[in-house]
């Protein structure tokens, strides 16, 4: 059976930089492509400053650093230990799982703070 082809549909002859809208509309498609496809990039051309409020203080030195890690695991071991304890048993093996897993960290951090030197 012989089926015509139609012709191809016409295409829009109009620019997507015709008018101000569509400009806007390609630049932040870019940039959602960018920051999606391209992470690195977006990241080298931000000129924003890293949040203070979550670095770690370069003048502190690495014992009171590793002391503080193992601080923070040590609390987060026994928060999840205290959460584990309200669950059934399904949920609450899947958390104590977690929580030996922020228990080696916690191992991990100890051993490294034992072989710290002392500056004097």
Known sequence: MFKPTPNPPGSDPASPYESLDSKK???AAERALDHYLNPAAHIMASTNEPEPMFLA??????ESLLANASES???ATTMLSNFAALLENSHRK?????TQVVMLGELAVN???DKV????
């Open 25 to 27: 509309f390609h630049e």
């Open 57 to 62: 203080n370069p003048k502190y030195d690495t």
């Open 73 to 75: 695991l040590g609390s």
């Open 94 to 98: 899947t958390l104590l799982g977690i």
């Open 111 to 113: 051993q490294a703070l």
């Open 117 to 120: 030197e002392l500056k004097e």
